[in-house]
Structure formats: C-alpha cells, structure tokens
C-alpha cells in the first residue's frame, strides 16, 4: 500500500475493479458475525487490518494488544506504508525493548472507524457501492474494543498478557478491562482519562466544525464528488495539535522566534516559527488522515466514560478486577492531565485491584507518549517484566 | 446604529448616497493629521469612534480611558447599539461605582483595526472607495495607543489621571505607560502579559487560518462579492472562546451535561451542552464582528512585545517611570496566565516604579475580567481612590 487505504478505496469506489490489497494482513468478518454496535446496529461485513511481531507462544499466554490513538494506525513498530515514517512506537516494541518481541507475541490493529484499513466510513458500504461516509453509524470506544476481542479470538488467544495504549488507546485499554476483566492479565493506560473532560469535547467539537464548515466536504460525501475537505481538516488538526504539546515546550522550541526574516512581514502570512509549524502540521496531516474518520474517532473519544454504565462510580467499574494496572501520566499534558490518571489509581485503589502508578517529569505535554521519553520507557520495562514473571513467561 | 458599523459601510460601498452616521461620536482626521503607523505607512484620513462618561473637570485632570479588548467595543458602560446589552464594564463604570463617574472623565474609543466604528478594514478606502479589506496596513498595539493619544489631545488632556484595560486592552496600557510614561498617572493592565506567547499566537493562527479557508472569505474582498465568511469566524471564536474559560468552569458549567436528551445520538448534532454552547458562541459572534478585524486584532495582539525596543529587557521599557500602576490577574487564566502579570511586577520593581498587584482567584478563567468579581471591583476601587486623593482629585 503505497498511498493510504481511503485514496486506493476512492479508486475502487470510482469503478476500478481491482481488488483492494492492503498491505498489512486484514481479518475479514461476514454476514454470520457482525459487529454488535453501541448505536444499536450490526455492522457486518467488516474488517480489521492488523499487524503483528513477534510470536504467538504454544499455550498462548504472551499476546501483547497494542491500542492506537485517535491519528495513529497499526504500524507501531514497523514503518508506516502511508508516511514511510518509523514505527509510531519504534523505540518501545522491539527485540530488547521494553515491548521485547523475542518475549512477547504483540497484535496492533487500526481501530474500527478509521483510516488505516479496517473498516470505516471512506469503506465501500456493500449495500450501495459507495464510501459509507455519513451512513457508518457512530462507533465508540467499546465498538473498538469489541472488535478488537473478535480479532483476538481469530488467533485462538483466550486470554491477553497485556493491553496497552495511550490517549484514545489508553481508554481502549480501559475499556478492555472493564468489559472483559478475566481477558486482560496487565493493563498500561497512558496518558488517558476515565471520561473525555467538557473542555476535550470543546476542542473536538471545533475540529468537527471546521471540517465540516469546509465546502468541499459536501455532507461526508466528499469522494463521491472527487473532493477532499482538506482545508478544514487542517484547521482541526492544527487545534488538536496545541492541545497536544505544552505552553512550556512551544515557549522552549519556538518562542516569538521569526520564520526566515528579521523583522516583522506587516501582513498575515507566517510571520512566527509556530505559524510555519502549525501550518506544517495541518497541511501534512490531510495528506495521511481521512476526514470523516477524523469526525467518527472525535467523537468516539467524546463518548467515553467508562463509569457511566456504574451510576457514575469509576471504583465500582473496577470491581473485583483481577488485571495488575500500570498507570502512566507526563507532568506538563494539560489534555489528560495527570488529575485525571490519579483518579483512575484512587477507583482502583478504591476496588482493592492491583495498581502502579508513574507520572513522568517533562515539559513535552501529551504527546510525551509518542517521544523519546527514557523514564516512560523504564516504567513500561519495569511493569511488563514483573508482570511477565508472574505470569510464569520468564524466570 | 442598529446594525455594525461594517453592516452600514457594506451599504454605503454598496452604492448608498446616505451619508454614515454612527450612533457615538467621532473623531475625524484629515490629511494633515496622519497616523504614523509601525508598518511604515501614513493612514490618513482616518477616525475614532468612542464614547465619554462623566465630566472633565476644570483642569482636565480627571480623565481615565478606558482600552477595549479584541472582540469590544467603547461601550464599556452604555448598551451597545450591535447587540443592545448593556455596556461591558457597566458593573464597574458609573455613578458610585469603582470608575466613578461622578469624580472621573471617562473616555472609550474603539480600537484602530476594529468594527465599531474606528477605522478598520472594513472602513472606505477613499483611494477605491471600496472598504479596505487586507489594503489596510497591519495595526499595531501602538498605533492604537497613537491613535488614542491623538483622541486624547482633542479634548485637551495633557496628562490622563489612569489607563485601564484588560486583555488587548492591558497591552494597550502597558503600551501608554512606556510610549508615553509622563502623560499617564495610574495604570491598570488587568489579565494581559508583556508579549504574546507562543501557545497564544498559535490560537491566534488558528482562528485567522479557519477564516482564510472559509472561500466565502475571498482574499478579504468579501464585501464587494456580498458574502462574509461566516462559518470560518465562527469556528475561529469557537477556539478563541475556549482560551477564555477555564477547565473548571467548563466542567463545573456544562461537564459531560447533555443537550435536551437523555441518551447518545450517535451522530453528529450537538449532544453535549458544551457543543451547543460553543456552536451558539460562534454564530452570534459572527452577526456583531467583522472577519478582516478579527484577523487584524489577532495579528496586532501576536506582534505586542513591551520590550523588543529594549533589547527584550522589560524592566528597562519601565526605567524612570513615574506611573502608579495597579496589575491585576485571575488565578484560572490559562491565556494571560498570573505568572506573565508577576513577571511585569518584577520588572517594575526592577525600574523601582509604584506597584501593587492583586491575584484574584475564580474559576472563570480569562472571561474573569468581565464578570462579576467583587475582589476584582474591590481592587480597581481601592487602587484607583488612592490615586485619585495622591492626584488631588478628592479628599
């Protein structure tokens, strides 16, 4: 797959019969066993594109499920055939990583809803030979969740030695070990909440309006005009991205620093480094990250609260859990502050499961999940190799 | 003036022979009388809508001006014509009120670059006679605070008794005191900083970006094609708006609250409160607020640094300075957070000027400044009597 899944669906959907061959490995469910959706609606015929490293042992005990967040994909840690990036997670899955594929047999699939191959609205919807665009029902966080189970099962693994993620993968990963509690020996939620906060939806509300301020959006149905909403997907992306770093990091790296030129331009083009830079970041992202997919995965985001199911007690969602939970929160993310990590540690506490907590010291903001981070990384080494002793995978 | 000043301009551009008459008075200056602008440029002709309060007293020591912030106007304490609420301040500004007009003059313009009836973009360019659009040069703070000085110097003020203003309006104060520091004799910058950030102008580029992308934008030229780009201005104060709140509040005021419905919609209509809220920030805004001001408000804000004339030493933008000065922040402002108001404290203990500084704690955020905050009021009350008996103006 050289351009991404959306385009190559685009072609098909614009009458090319050649067969869609995505370059990752796709689990294909028919009619026989839809996707039950919290919307009500049972999606079938779906599928899932996933990657996977490392081996699966013979009793299936170290299956590690990675879960991506909201603009990554299933390529973790192996180079992205849509950006020819590495890996998302290069340096924490690999042979002697902290994620140790010579240990661990690790399943990273692109989440129900996106872009990256699995199904999502730019997929053709077989009942009328076009994108589905607006036509997908809304997908949740557990929508995800549960499609990541059935995936699971297609390798015949009962139990997972551990699921984890960060931001919308960290509450995937809550999301598996509140509605699949016996399935999930360790749980890692990074840099995530136990619901989306009044302000988070605020900013995804303002991405979902600029893209769909955008003309050339035409309701969601954009590729059957051979349109593409690019201008306010940019928009969106560039607001989702200052949530991402911290007033501290932009002040560090860029300042009031002028862009190639001494003094000010007296006009609106990008007179600041950070104007470039954002721009920068708009412009490319439209390149990579499919429109409607962007409004699903907003506001599966918005919709989750794993409480909510419990009368609204986070500690009653937790009981009687048997996962070992390793927490993780970086000091300066004002997205997910660690408030919010804290709270998720108290309900567990609260449940008497088993907890470990860090909050690593950076002024990166939320993104510090995605960065070279040595004190994340130890974290993550630390618990995963105490959790794999107990779990009987190494002495 | 029923409808904006760019309503009634649109109608003039458009062919009317009815000569414009705002509902305030105005300044006019002629040929003879430029506004030296930091671009380079002569603006001339030009005028300034404002408003008074009170009386100017025998001695012309008794006049405090009041400076607007980006989306204001000069009615701090009078409705407004646009929207017919009352004045901004009008909880501040009046008889008996901390900016007492019994005992003070109080003088309003609105800014160079705005709406409301000062010269802006979208103002007559007498050379086309079409409006400006982006052929107005770009605005400085300190061409606003020239401009006022020029307003000032109408009424024969030699010196005002305070400045004071929060936001762009506490730049433009910050600007008074160090442009002309022998005409000010008391100084309130309220929730501003010395220079724009980077994470501010980054919210900045956003909002000018959603209002350049909307096509109905056309260059700025949208005047003359009988459009305004009213989605891309709604989405640009949507982002704005968040900055203005806190967390808190937002949680506290809406948190995951739904929008008359008990469940999910599953789509995406505004479910959450939050959503309707931002969406009816946005399309109000867009009925009382010019897009080619708000791109050049935003950019005159962004260049705002007090000391980049001093070789970016702030307490020496401040050396010598006989004003009083009075700085006051909100304890949940993210935008002009406390820290950046300590930081003009310092320097002017640096300078070895007069200053008292008050943090005032809310959960508002950056709204706090005009909401009701009666340690707020407290504090422009007891600053602003002292000053006034040092001034000889009362006992």
Request: glycine share 8%; proline share 5%; charged share 20%.
């Amino acid at each position: 797959m050289s351009a991404i899944a959306v385009d190559e669906e685009l072609t098909r959907a614009a009458g090319s019969r050649e067969a869609y061959e995505p370059s990752s490995p796709v689990a294909e469910f028919g009619a026989s066993e839809p996707l039950r959706l919290d919307a009500g609606i049972d999606l079938a015929p779906f599928r899932i594109a996933y990657n996977t490293y490392g081996e699966l042992n013979a009793d299936k005990s170290n299956a590690i499920l990675i879960c991506h967040a909201l603009t990554m994909d299933h390529y973790p840690a192996s180079p992205s055939p849509t950006t020819g990036k590495p890996g998302w997670w290069s340096p924490l899955i690999g042979e002697g990583k902290p994620i140790d594929t010579t240990k661990f047999f690790v399943i990273c699939s692109n989440v129900i809803g996106g872009c990256g191959g699995s199904t999502g609205p730019a997929s053709l919807d077989a009942a009328s030979g076009d994108p589905f665009g607006l036509n997908l029902p809304v997908i949740t966080v557990r929508d995800m969740v549960r499609a990541q189970k059935m995936l699971v099962e297609r390798f015949g693994i009962d139990t997972l030695f551990a699921v984890v993620g960060g931001s919308m993968g960290g509450m995937q990963v809550l999301e598996w070990t509140v509605s699949y509690p016996d399935k999930v020996f360790a749980a890692v939620p990074i840099a995530t909440g136990a619901r989306h906060s009044a302000q988070n939806i605020a900013f995804h509300e303002i991405g979902r309006q600029a893209v769909m301020a955008d003309p050339e959006w035409h309701g969601g149905r954009y590729f059957q005009k051979g349109k593409r909403p690019t201008k306010g997907l940019a928009v969106a992306r560039m607001t989702a991205h200052v949530t991402y770093l911290s007033e501290m990091a932009l002040h560090r790296k860029f300042g009031r620093n002028l862009q190639d030129r001494d003094t000010f331009g007296y006009g609106f083009d990008a007179d600041f480094q950070i104007e470039s830079y954002l721009r920068h970041q708009g412009s490319t992202f439209v390149d990579r990250f499919d429109a409607n997919s962007y409004l699903y995965l907003t506001r599966a985001m918005d919709y989750f609260d794993i409480a909510a199911d419990f009368q609204g007690l986070l500690a009653n969602a937790f009981q009687g859990s048997k996962t070992r939970f390793c927490l993780i929160s970086f000091s300066s993310d004002w997205l997910f502050p660690t408030a919010e990590s804290r709270e998720i540690v108290h309900a567990l506490n609260a449940a008497a499961a088993s907890v470990s907590f860090v909050e690593v010291e950076t002024d990166k903001g939320h993104d510090a999940f995605l960065l070279d981070e040595p004190d994340f990384y130890r974290a993550m080494d630390g618990f995963l190799s105490s959790a794999a002793r107990a779990r009987g995978l190494c002495e």
